[in-house]
């Protein structure tokens, strides 16, 4: 006859281990929702030029850039309504490139086209263009005439479009 023996073999109890697994699922709970707040806080961010004065004027005279006639000025105006800050790095009339020194930044007071126009959150922006009847401006791509429309786009360094018809008196 075969002895058997019995050996007792020492566990972690059930009670014991269930505390472990919970502790270690809270803990990755945790992990899991501080990287989930880090993703919307920086998703959550986002620029909104508002364009909400767009006119042009005619110049009496000639164009101070050019010494062409006629001449106007067209201005764009708005405000940042996003929450983050916006830099403007483009002026396109027409779908063409404006040149940087035919652009007068008047609001924010710093800046310019070539540099990039920061435009802080709640903060408003105001511009002016010299555009004359020759196209200097956006290097003779087109002419312009009285009562003619152009299509006037500010484009940003995320690479939004905000785009605005101004008709020339």
Known sequence: MTT?????RKAVSPVIATVILIAVAV???IAVAFWA???TSSFSKYEKLGVNTQYATLVSGTCPNSGVSPCWTVTLG???TGSSDATITQIQI???PVQSTYVTVTQPSTGNLANGISVPSGQSFLLSIALDSSGLAVNKA?????GQTI???IITAAGNNYPASIVLP
Not at 142 to 146: A, R
């Open 142 to 146: 087109h002419t312009f005439t009285d």
């Open 27 to 29: 803990a990755l709970g």
């Open 151 to 153: 299509q006037v786009t």
């Open 37 to 39: 707040s880090g993703l």
């Open 4 to 8: 058997s023996i019995i050996r007792k």
């Open 78 to 80: 708005g405000q940042n």
């Open 94 to 96: 027409n779908g063409v």
